[in-house]
Each structure stands twice: as C-alpha cells, then as structure tokens.
C-alpha cells in the first residue's frame, strides 16, 4: 500500500497541519524541536493503539494533556488516505481512514473511527467501517464493492471497550481487505535508530528475522538471512563491497559458549576483524544493507538521521539504496540534518517542517518558488538548505 496524505490535528506540535501527494520516499528536515520527531510518532502512536488501546498508548505519552496540542480543546484527529495495490498490479481507489479521539467524562474514548472509499467521481463512498464510542457499522459486501447497481450491505458490531480501535478486530480477516491492510501498515511499520555500541555487542545465539530498531541484533539476523536467503546474502556482500572498498567478506559465526559475533574480512589483512574493531561506518552500511534487502521488507520504514557514523561521501549511495527501496512497493520517511544528504534527493522528495507560535507545519521544497527556480538551475538543495533558503529550518 502506499499513503497518499496525512492531516493531523491537536497532536503535540501538530495543531493543524496536512501533506498530501506523498512520494515513495520522503525526507524532512527541520531544526531541533520542529517536529520531526513526532511526525514519525504519529505512526507509532497508531501501532501502540492498535496493539493495545488508545489509552494505553495516549498514557505512554504523559496523558491525554500531553498528547493534546498546547492550549486546544476538543478531539486529537488523524486522517490519512492510501492506495492498495489490486491483484492485476493497478493501484484501488484512494481509501481513507480517520480517527477521533477525546477526553470525557474522565476516560479516553474514540470519538470517531471511519474507513471508507469511493470507486471513481461520482457516488457515496462506501463506509466499510463506521464505529463511535466502542459501537458501529461494518460491511458485508466488499467483494461486491464497485459492481454496478450493487448497495452496500452492512451489520452491526459492537466492542468490548470505548477506546479500543475497530480495525484491530476487524483487520484480522481477510474479508475486509481495506481495514487488513491498514492494519498490517501499523503492525509492519519499522522505525530505525541504530545504535553502533549495540551492533557491535556480542549477542546470545538465537534467531531473528528482522533487524531492531537499534540493531542489537545484527549478527543473529545477518546468520538468518546467510541460512535461509544465500542469494539475498550474497548480493548484501556484493553491495557492501562496493561501498566499502577493502571488504572482502563478512560472517556470522557461532563461538562454543553459544554466542554469536561478525567477522569481517579486510583484503589487507590476514585475519579477520571482529565488528567492535571494525570502523562504525562499515558497520552502520552493513546494517542499513541488511534492513534495506530483507526477504520480508516492511510497508513503510522510518529512519532517524541516516548519516550518523557514515563518511559524507557514501551518503549519497545510501540515499540511492533508500530509494531503490522505496520503489519495489514500501514507503520511506526519513529525518537528516546532513546537507551532503540532501544534496543527494530530487525536489520532490524534500519537505521542511517550521514550527511558529509553538505549532509545526510542513513544507513541501517543490512548492517554495525561490528553491524551485535555484535547483532548476543547477543548485543542489543540500547547499540551498545550508545558506538558509528553507526558512525556519535551517541545519545545525
């Protein structure tokens, strides 16, 4: 699937702010405390939701006052609109889900849950769910969804609790494709914060199949993928040594006490290193090569400041690798304060977020008239963002 917009409303420094006409891949840029942050926090706020309930994940966060823009009042929505990728490879009409959440009477409640979709420009769109204060609406009849002269057919259902999303019963069941895929985007979606020191950690045998958030377990998975993929495995080691002149082979290799440490092969030298004496930069490229051609990729990955550890130089490889990724059917969003990054993206790729009288908005660099003009020109839009050509955003 592939999200079209984001609106969101009363959700920290989001107090009403939008982005529609997403790319495959999107990179925002922002000074500290703009917000970009929490833009990816929508995600995980939803996931934590869908795992749990809204006032599990809103108490997480310090509490609905928290959570809730400074000085409003009334709902925290969410609107965000996506395509699915039919059966024959043409994309579905564009589906929207939105949720509204409150405060009353003491408790967390959803004020407000709705996913529905229109086939073309004419006609209701049909509400395949449509829940409030725990009760609602499901259709019957997707399958006949679209079919001429057909109505929607719809039950009655109910939940066990008020602030506990529909999608999270419903997305269970392959009969309701549009709400099970919105919920495997929650359930699937990934968030990167790689920590060298925890790559480098000698770990406990096991197995994992995908990477965590910051890579503890690069080894048992780098051992998965060389069992299990040797294609894959191989072409990761190919990349890697395009990128990283000098490396001749890596390895996942189980000591005796049951452990598991990568070993990596420098052609100059005649042992193998082990990854804590192994530069942070081949590390963290190694890393991102494993995420990046996992057998399984999620629908949308979120990274955090990508260039950290890495030579300014194979940050635009990596910018490349990101949006090879982004074509084969998932989504990226990432954060950077790297200008020679930036210098690395297509303009319509590039968003800013600027934050005023304590609320963020978000910017889209194609739009602004003077970046557009200058990187027509020639101008790379890392070196525009550091002469401060994106207002309010300007890299530190």
């Given at each position: 699937?592939?999200?079209?917009?984001?609106?969101?409303?009363?959700?920290?420094?989001?107090?009403?702010?939008?982005?529609?006409?997403?790319?495959?891949?999107?990179?925002?840029?922002?000074?500290?405390?703009?917000?970009?942050?929490?833009?990816?926090?929508?995600?995980?706020?939803?996931?934590?939701?869908?795992?749990?309930?809204?006032?599990?994940?809103?108490?997480?966060?310090?509490?609905?006052?928290?959570?809730?823009?400074?000085?409003?009042?009334?709902?925290?929505?969410?609107?965000?609109?996506?395509?699915?990728?039919?059966?024959?490879?043409?994309?579905?009409?564009?589906?929207?889900?939105?949720?509204?959440?409150?405060?009353?009477?003491?408790?967390?409640?959803?004020?407000?849950?709705?996913?529905?979709?229109?086939?073309?420009?004419?006609?209701?769109?049909?509400?395949?769910?449509?829940?409030?204060?725990?009760?609602?609406?499901?259709?019957?009849?997707?399958?006949?969804?679209?079919?001429?002269?057909?109505?929607?057919?719809?039950?009655?259902?109910?939940?066990?609790?008020?602030?506990?999303?529909?999608?999270?019963?419903?997305?269970?069941?392959?009969?309701?494709?549009?709400?099970?895929?919105?919920?495997?985007?929650?359930?699937?979606?990934?968030?990167?914060?790689?920590?060298?020191?925890?790559?480098?950690?000698?770990?406990?045998?096991?197995?994992?199949?995908?990477?965590?958030?910051?890579?503890?377990?690069?080894?048992?998975?780098?051992?998965?993928?060389?069992?299990?993929?040797?294609?894959?495995?191989?072409l990761i080691l190919e990349k890697l040594k395009e990128r990283i002149p000098g490396i001749e082979k890596v390895e996942s290799i189980e000591t005796a006490d049951g452990r598991i440490i990568l070993k990596f092969q420098d052609g100059s030298f005649k042992d193998p290193f082990i990854a804590r004496y192994v530069s942070d930069g081949t590390i963290k490229m190694f890393a991102y090569l494993i995420l990046l051609y996992d057998p399984s990729p999620h629908p949308l990955l979120a990274i955090e400041e990508p260039e950290n550890y890495l030579h300014p130089d194979l940050l635009i490889e990596l910018a490349e690798e990101l949006r090879l990724y982004s074509n084969k059917g998932s989504q990226v969003f990432i954060s950077t304060h790297s200008p020679d990054f930036v210098n690395a993206l297509r303009i319509n790729e590039l968003f800013w977020i600027k934050k005023n009288n304590g609320y963020s908005t978000i910017v889209k660099a194609k739009e602004d008239i003077t970046v557009s003009s200058l990187f027509k020109e020639g101008d790379l839009l890392g070196y525009l963002w550091k002469q401060n050509y994106f207002k309010g955003s300007g890299p530190k």
């Open positions: 699937m592939k999200i079209e917009s984001i609106k969101v409303k009363n959700f920290k420094v989001f107090g009403d702010a939008k982005l529609e006409e997403l790319p495959n891949m999107c990179v925002f840029l922002g000074a500290n405390g703009s917000g970009k942050t929490t833009f990816f926090e929508i995600f995980g706020f939803l996931s934590d939701a869908l795992k749990n309930n809204v006032t599990i994940a809103i108490n997480k966060r310090g509490g609905f006052k928290e959570v809730i823009s400074r000085d409003k009042v009334g709902n925290i929505e969410f609107e965000i609109k996506f395509r699915n990728t039919e059966e024959d490879g043409s994309l579905s009409p564009l589906i929207t889900y939105q949720l509204k959440i409150g405060y009353e009477q003491g408790r967390i409640v959803i004020v407000s849950e709705i996913l529905k979709y229109r086939r073309g420009n004419r006609g209701q769109p049909w509400h395949f769910l449509n829940f409030s204060y725990g009760k609602g609406t499901t259709i019957k009849n997707e399958e006949d969804y679209g079919k001429e002269g057909v109505q929607e057919e719809r039950e009655d259902q109910e939940l066990d609790s008020p602030d506990i999303l529909a999608i999270k019963g419903l997305g269970q069941f392959q009969k309701f494709k549009a709400v099970s895929s919105f919920r495997k985007l929650l359930e699937g979606w990934y968030v990167s914060n790689f920590q060298i020191s925890s790559a480098q950690a000698i770990m406990d045998t096991g197995v994992s199949e995908h990477l965590s958030r910051t890579g503890n377990n690069l080894a048992q998975v780098t051992k998965y993928i060389h069992d299990n993929y040797p294609d894959v495995f191989k």
